[in-house]
T-cell receptor, first 117, second 116 residues
Framework: AQTVTQSQPEMSVQEAETVTLSCTYD???????LFWYKQPPSRQMILVIR??????QNATENRFSVNFQKAAKSFSLKISDSQLGDAAMYFC??????????????FGTGTRLQVTL | GAVVSQHPSRVICKSGTSVKIECRSL??????MFWYRQFPKKSLMLMAT?????????EQGVEKDKFLINHASLTLSTLTVTSAHPEDSSFYIC????????????FGSGTRLTVV
């Protein structure tokens, strides 16, 4: 079974600065998707960014970008120009593309990001 | 964009009673629904996966008879917690996937269940 590990329970960043959240995963599969989700205090899960494993180019969405290292099974999230609204729990998630796996997401344990003035 | 409406947002029930949580996809057909449980400051633990018209597939360790899942239509899935006990108190979240979309998951806003 796949596992997703987020080794940073909490992180803090100053407003306008850059922060990187770490995620590693364990899989024997070659085809999969990786995601970062944000869960603010409202508890609503919000997709931040996704990465297809077959793509070598790192995904970017405005201030959010990833560093995807397939061989190292690492998928870190970089938040640039941090804003107060970025404060939330961030979850890394894995989805297998193997047929028959029901497309379920496996989540990491989460990193709580605080943004300070 | 795709919206999943989850109700109720909060519910308090007495021990021994049953509680039903509904998730409705408002503007798309949810061919697959995932139900998660989240403990305070913890990750989302998948409880079960259901496809419309089929029996749910439960994760190891999840009691099928306690957590009844029904996915009778493409827009509605329900989770019923039967004979609830205080240890069932938690935050429950549904997530819907539209058939044909490779990576789109739409999450409900969650239900906080407190069993007293």
């Amino acid at each position: 079974a796949q596992t997703v590990t987020q080794s940073q329970p909490e992180m803090s960043v100053q407003e306008a600065e850059t922060v990187t959240l770490s995620c590693t995963y364990d899989t024997s599969e070659s085809d999969y998707y990786l995601f970062w989700y944000k869960q603010p205090p409202s508890r609503q899960m919000i997709l931040v960014i996704r990465q297809e494993a077959y793509k070598q180019q790192n995904a970017t969405e405005n201030r959010f970008s990833v560093n995807f290292q397939k061989a190292a099974k690492s998928f870190s999230l970089k938040i640039s120009d941090s804003q107060l609204g970025d404060a939330a729990m961030y979850f890394c998630a894995y989805r297998s593309e193997v047929p028959g796996t029901a497309s379920k997401l496996t989540f990491g344990t989460g990193t709580r990001l605080q943004v300070t003035l | 964009g795709a919206v999943v409406s989850q109700h109720p947002s909060r519910v308090i029930c007495k021990s021994g009673t049953s509680v039903k949580i509904e998730c409705r996809s408002l503007d798309f057909q949810a061919t697959t629904m995932f139900w998660y449980r989240q403990f305070p400051k913890k990750s989302l633990m998948l409880m079960a996966t259901s496809n419309e018209g089929s029996k749910a597939t439960y994760e190891q360790g999840v009691e099928k008879d306690k957590f009844l899942i029904n996915h009778a239509s493409l827009t509605l899935s329900t989770l019923t917690v039967t004979s609830a006990h205080p240890e069932d108190s938690s935050f429950y979240i549904c997530s819907a996937r539209e058939g044909g979309r490779r990576y789109g998951y739409t999450f409900g806003s969650g239900t906080r269940l407190t069993v007293v």
